[in-house]
């Protein structure tokens, strides 16, 4: 395949296995038994070892920690991922996954690289059967051949078959997925779900599969299995595996709605200590303290449910789920935990503020006769949501109350969620001062992370300079804001982050254009459209290139238009610069450029399906 600007990079799905296949094609089976993350995509990743072994090499060591994740064990002393990028949020229903993120952008480089340089197509066998996480990967791929021009074929077969092994909850979410994959690669629908397939379960590779198909295995016992569902759901949850989450917590409650047996709860425990990799983190709290009797157990994986559901977009299975955990018997700090998810949802997807504020209520409620060590803690996160719905309704002195009333719950705890809590409350401090203007007071505020700087990465540091540069900025601090955002692209440079690198590049870019500061301006821009292709990114590479012309004077817009035509993450941005460069419209592109912001947490649109 070459890289010859205005040939097309062709995908196709069918929904069997077409009579004839292009010749010298890449051929693969990315069919997996069980929705396992990565199953299908470390096949793909296989045959592109086989088919250009010089450009795997180079990427897998150049990318020691995503590598590591996809074929565990592959490199020995390199950071783990969680060190280096972010994962979800379970307290927060936050579903963005920086891990994910690079994860699949690596993957998706190499099958582009492997293409370039084998010039060969890529038959994908048993797409209709792969786990949706790899997939991902696939879609990203094809918009980022497409930004580089590449002359070649994807195919994609047997769309239309399922694997033995899903989830009842997820059946219709899949469909959908499927559509958007559809969409994302500008292929047509296919139509409905077809057949189920006989295929025979793989070794496993990694924990996660290793769960799954213990969850499944009706030789195990009931109490292993259990267990296994709930680690399996955890692990899900850090590879945005929502099919297989959904499927383990379904298996689970299925298993716990059998007759009672003595000492079950119990052998869950055995279980889980048996099978446990030790992890513990607030992104989600599942850990051996989570376990308890059948109906807490229950619970617990409604809870899970719900927030996947949440992950997904499906709001209203969402409330149902964690209503149903509510269903059970359980301690009123457990039953407070669930209201505060109902009331995260009804702030941040429904915004039925009122409604959520009455969670809030319940849940205190439930929480006056509590005498749990942790009830102050729960306390805490339920007057966070609070505060989070009094901000939505711009009630921001109402909004401070309830974060100073959860500080004071949390103040003298120190355990991780304490923690985490703490670190919103302050976050959300800065923001409700930012939101009344007072900068000089949302500065300080969020300067009192800097006392314990060195407890923080540099990951930390990235997102924290970058806000304090934000917040600069809009005070017309503009030195200052500047030798900010630009310590935290060396953050980002440190970590080798394009995706922040390009960020920050490109907002550098637009204010240097605005000042006037065209020397710099073409600099910055000139960086960021070198990080947009680094990610695969068209529409960042296109509004960078417009920058650079902008910032130099010129007039061709032909390659910014090119690349903002290769992109399908963003339609209406997408469009809306593709009619200002088409009308070569130098105004309306100036405007669409990227500001400077006071947050830098962006959606990972390119590897997500909605």
């Known amino acids: 395949m070459s890289a010859r600007p205005g040939l097309a990079f062709a995908v196709s799905v069918e929904q069997g296995v077409p009579s004839a296949l292009p010749s010298r094609a890449i051929e693969v089976d990315v069919g997996v038994a069980l929705p396992t993350a990565f199953g299908g995509l470390r096949k793909v990743l296989k045959a592109c070892e086989d088919a250009a072994p010089d450009v795997h090499r180079a990427i897998a060591a150049a990318h020691p920690s995503e590598w590591n994740r996809l074929f565990p064990g592959t490199t020995q002393g390199v950071p783990a991922l969680e060190d280096l990028a972010l994962s979800p949020s379970e307290r927060r229903l936050h579903r963005e996954s920086e ?124 109490e292993a299995r259990v267990a296994a569902a709930i680690l399996a759901v955890r692990s899900c949850f850090f590879t945005t595996n929502y099919e297989g989450a959904l499927l383990a917590a379904e298996h689970g409650l299925a298993l716990l709605e059998s007759a009672p047996e003595p000492h079950f709860p119990g052998r869950v425990v055995q279980a889980w200590e048996a099978l446990d990799s030790g992890l513990t983190t607030p992104a989600i709290e599942i850990d051996r303290a989570s376990l308890g009797d059948e109906d807490e157990l229950k619970a617990l994986l409604h809870r899970c449910m719900g927030v996947v559901h949440v992950f997904t977009g499906s709001h209203d299975d969402a409330m149902a789920a964690f209503g149903r955990g509510l269903e ?41 006769r509590s005498t749990a060590p942790d009830r102050a803690l729960q306390e805490g996160w339920l007057r966070n949501v609070c505060a989070l719905t009094w901000f939505q309704e711009r009630k921001l002195d109402k909004a401070l109350v309830e974060e100073k009333l959860a500080m004071r719950c949390v103040g003298d705890l120190h355990d991780a969620s304490a923690t985490h809590l703490k670190i919103n409350l302050i976050s959300n401090a800065s923001y409700l001062q930012e939101s009344a203007r007072q900068f000089a007071d949302a500065i300080s505020t969020w300067r009192r992370f800097e006392g314990i700087s060195e407890r923080w990465g540099v990951n930390f540091s990235k997102h924290h300079r970058y806000r304090l540069a934000g917040l600069e900025f809009a005070a017309g601090q503009r030195d200052e804001a500047v030798e900010h955002f630009q ?124």
């Not at 669930?338 to 809030?360: I, W």
């Not at 061709?556 to 690349?563: G, I, N, T, V, Y």
């Not at 088409?582 to 500001?595: C, E, F, G, Q």
């Open 328 to 368: 059970c018997r359980l301690p009123p700090e457990l039953r407070a935990r669930l209201h505060m998810f109902r009331a995260l949802t009804l702030t941040k997807r429904f915004g039925q503020l009122p409604n959520a504020r009455a969670e809030v209520e319940a849940g205190l409620a439930e929480l006056a």
């Open 99 to 222: 891990q994910a993120f690079w994860i699949l952008t690596v993957a998706a480089r190499t099958i582009v690289e492997t293409l370039r340089a084998s010039g060969r197509p890529l038959v994908l066998h048993g797409a209709g059967e792969c786990d949706l996480v790899s997939l991902r990967a696939v879609m990203r791929a094809a918009e980022w051949a497409r930004l580089d021009g590449l002359d070649g074929t994807l195919l994609l077969t047997g769309w239309r078959m399922r694997r033995p092994h899903g989830a009842a909850a997820f059946e219709s979410r899949r469909q959908a997925y499927l559509d958007a994959l559809c969409d994302r690669m500008r292929v047509p629908h296919a139509s409905g779900p077809g057949p189920v397939s006989s295929r025979a379960m793989e070794p496993t590779v990694d924990l996660e599969g290793r769960y799954l198909r213990l969850v499944v295995d009706e030789s195990e016992s009931r």
């Open 487 to 610: 310590l935290a692209y060396a953050s980002a440079e440190a970590l080798r982050d394009s995706f922040h690198r390009q960020v920050i590049a490109a907002e550098l870019g637009r204010l240097f254009l605005d000042d006037g500061r065209m020397d710099l301006a073409v600099e910055w821009f000139a960086r960021a459209e070198q990080h947009a292709r680094e990610i695969g990114e068209p529409l960042k590479a296109a509004e960078s290139l417009a920058g650079l012309s902008l910032a130099a004077g010129r007039e061709d817009w032909s390659e910014a238009l090119r690349c903002a035509r290769a992109s399908t993450t963003w339609p209406k941005e997408t469009q809306a610069l593709v009619d200002a460069l088409t009308k070569s419209d130098a105004k309306a592109v100036h405007a669409l450029l990227p500001r400077p912001r006071t947050k830098l947490n962006r959606p990972f649109d390119s590897v997500s399906l909605y």
